[in-house]
């Protein structure tokens, strides 16, 4: 489990208000857009090594999970865990759905 550091929190923060914002505006209009944003958003911020210095921070064993071949996948594989744990990402979605079956 990836353990909590400022730029993780910032990271998922940045990433609940980007997805309702392109919600809002038509670019997630299913589940699959749903699921490309997410993914995007956290290959995206993975892409320079001081900000996945700054995930990996109190999280270095993510250098030795058995996908991480590199700085980059480590923080990946971290960011990953971080989300899926404290994201809320189905009941996110969920609640999306809702507001796409009422329209």
Do not use: R
Request: net charge negative; glycine share 2%; proline share 1%.
């Amino acid at each position: 489990m990836a353990k909590e550091n400022k730029k993780l929190v910032s990271l998922l923060e940045d990433w609940q208000e980007c997805v309702w914002i392109d919600f809002h505006n038509g670019n997630v209009n299913n589940e699959s857009d749903f699921d490309e944003n997410y993914n995007n958003f956290i290959n995206d911020k993975t892409i320079y090594t001081n900000d996945c210095t700054e995930i990996l921070e109190n999280n270095l064993d993510y250098c030795f999970h058995p996908q991480a071949t590199d700085i980059q996948s480590a923080s990946i594989e971290c960011l990953y865990d971080y989300f899926a744990k404290e994201s809320g990402k189905n009941e996110m979605w969920a609640e999306m759905m809702e507001v796409l079956n009422e329209a």
